[in-house]
T-cell receptor
Framework: AQSVTQLDSHVSVSEGTPVLLRCNYS??????LFWYVQHPNKGLQLLLK??????LVKGINGFEAEFKKSETSFHLTKPSAHMSDAAEYFC???????????FGKGTMLLVSP | GAVVSQHPSRVICKSGTSVKIECRSL??????MFWYRQFPKKSLMLMAT?????????EQGVEKDKFLINHASLTLSTLTVTSAHPEDSSFYIC?????????????FGPGTRLTVL
């Protein structure tokens, strides 16, 4: 069994400040982990994924995430927020080699000028 | 990147009618397509996985006679909600992939908002 907990339903930041979106997972095996972003009226877009290679994963648009097995965490970070980063972000877990994706409930990132 | 479209984007129907939602991969051939349902303020729940030319595999608790899935070609899958009721109102999202495992990225459509009156 696997599950994902996104600790914040909403995160508000000012443009130019760092972003931290928190995600904890539960899995009975070595998981694959993903972050997806969903802009209004757009499909979900893959930001980055971890599949048992380097624990620090770099994604698109300056985002990165670090897999910490001891903390069962996969937090998403960005050094400097941009207005265009405002969207809903989903942390996702999957068993390696299997198609079933288990989604967190999402975190809405709000960016103010 | 790969593009997946859904049609319609929004649909309103009367209770008891059937509604068909199309999912198309526009610039690649999708061996596997997935259908998800998203409730307000909830995460996406996988409903079923379909491979081109074969029957869909439904997740536990999803009625296969209620949610008919057809994957007749490598670029098109359809979800038909039969005899829709207000509790079927939801946001339905499809995704398409080159393969059935998590090493193959799933490309998501923009979703279809279904409202059943």
């Amino acid at each position: 069994a696997q599950s994902v907990t996104q600790l914040d339903s909403h995160v508000s930041v000012s443009e130019g400040t760092p972003v931290l979106l928190r995600c904890n997972y539960s899995s009975s095996y070595s998981p694959s982990l993903f972050w997806y972003v969903q802009h209004p009226n757009k499909g979900l877009q893959l930001l980055l994924k971890y599949t048992s290679a380097a624990t620090l994963v770099k994604g698109i648009n300056g985002f990165e995430a670090e897999f910490k097995k001891s903390e069962t965490s996969f937090h998403l970070t960005k050094p400097s927020a941009h207005m265009s980063d405002a969207a809903e972000y989903f942390c996702v877990v999957s068993a390696p080699g299997y198609s079933t994706l288990t989604f967190g409930k999402g975190t809405m990132l709000l960016v103010s000028p | 990147g790969a593009v997946v479209s859904q049609h319609p984007s929004r649909v309103i129907c009367k209770s008891g009618t059937s509604v068909k939602i199309e999912c198309r991969s526009l610039d690649f051939q999708a061996t596997t397509m997935f259908w998800y349902r998203q409730f307000p303020k909830k995460s996406l729940m996988l409903m079923a996985t379909s491979n081109e030319g074969s029957k869909a595999t439904y997740e536990q608790g999803v009625e296969k006679d209620k949610f008919l899935i057809n994957h007749a070609s490598l670029t098109l899958s359809t979800l038909t909600v039969t005899s829709a009721h207000p509790e079927d109102s939801s946001f339905y999202i499809c995704s398409a992939s080159l393969g059935a495992d998590s090493y193959n990225e799933q490309f998501f459509g923009p979703g279809t908002r279904l409202t059943v009156l």
